[in-house]
Nanobody
Framework: QVQLVESGGGLVQPGGSLRLSCAAS????????MGWYRQGSGKQRELVAM???????AYGDSVKGRFTISRDNAKNTVTLQMNSLKSEDTAVYYC??????????????WGQGTQVTVSS
């Protein structure tokens, strides 16, 4: 089993910045892809950004140029730096990890979600 714990959400004014962090913990696992998704009120969950253990990150079209995802493989953490925030970025943000277990294969894990509200 793997646990994902998110932190860093909150209230920010339009044009402001926030940083979200997600830490993975557990035993006997290998993190492959880590990423962030979000779900606004009345909307479907959508990809914000994702980053593999090796290689380039990918971003949703609505956040390209404003958000940056990074990860620390030694610490099993992923961070989302959000700049130039807009009201439409308001959502619950979820951390997701694709994990390999030696005996169980590949599984998806989700964090509990953290609220980001962009409002003046």
């Amino acid at each position: 089993q793997v646990q994902l714990v998110e932190s860093g959400g909150g209230l920010v004014q339009p044009g402001g910045s926030l940083r979200l962090s997600c830490a993975a913990s557990g035993s006997n696992f290998t993190l492959h892809v880590m990423g962030w998704y979000r779900q606004g009120s009345g909307k479907q969950r959508e990809l914000v950004a994702m980053i593999p253990s090796v290689g380039s990150a990918a971003y949703g079209d609505s956040v390209k140029g404003r958000f940056t995802i990074s990860r620390d493989n030694a610490k099993n953490t992923v961070t989302l730096q959000m700049n130039s925030l807009k009201s439409e970025d308001t959502a619950v943000y979820y951390c997701k990890a694709i994990v390999a277990h030696p005996a169980r294969g590949v599984s998806d894990y989700w964090g509990q979600g953290t609220q980001v509200t962009v409002s003046s």
